[in-house]
């Protein structure tokens, strides 16, 4: 669960992040954690994760996502599949089928594929970054 849930943002619930690819860093192989993980560098395989990703605006993954959340600034290649909630931020790309409980896109995104949310009436939620990085 979300330490807080009076928190709306997945930033804020991160908590604590355990494991980190690095901006230059090529991992090829799958990543099955009970942590949160930042995805700095390029990701070849696919992720297990029970709590949340976030990938950074340099970060890519070509695999398939599977967390509790997901924060995406940089580059998604394959199915993403979450338990709560996608922020799906400005610089954002993802290439391939949502399925997810909710679903948060930021203006400028970018999403190929097919997206599922739980119920029929749940609709993607959009919203205008204020922050600058």
């Known amino acids: 669960m ?8 997945l930033e804020q619930q991160m908590g604590s992040i355990v494991n980190i690819v690095t901006e230059g860093t090529v991992l090829k192989g799958n990543i099955k954690t ?13 992720i297990d994760c029970d709590k949340l990703i976030w990938v950074n605006k340099c970060g890519r993954i070509d695999g398939m996502v599977k967390a509790l959340g997901a924060i ?6 394959g199915t993403l599949e979450l338990a709560k909630q996608l922020e799906l931020r400005s610089t954002g790309r ?3 089928d949502i399925i997810s ?3 948060a896109m930021a203006e ?3 999403h190929e594929g097919e997206m599922k949310t739980a119920t029929a009436k749940e609709k993607p939620t959009t919203f205008v970054e204020k922050r600058k990085c």
């Open 72 to 77: 995406v600034e940089g580059e998604i290649n």
């Open 2 to 9: 979300f330490p807080n849930k009076e928190e709306k943002r």
């Open 34 to 46: 009970k942590d949160s993980i930042r995805i700095s560098g390029r990701l070849e395989g696919d």
């Open 94 to 96: 993802i290439t391939g």
């Open 101 to 103: 409980a909710k679903i």
């Open 108 to 110: 400028g995104c970018f």
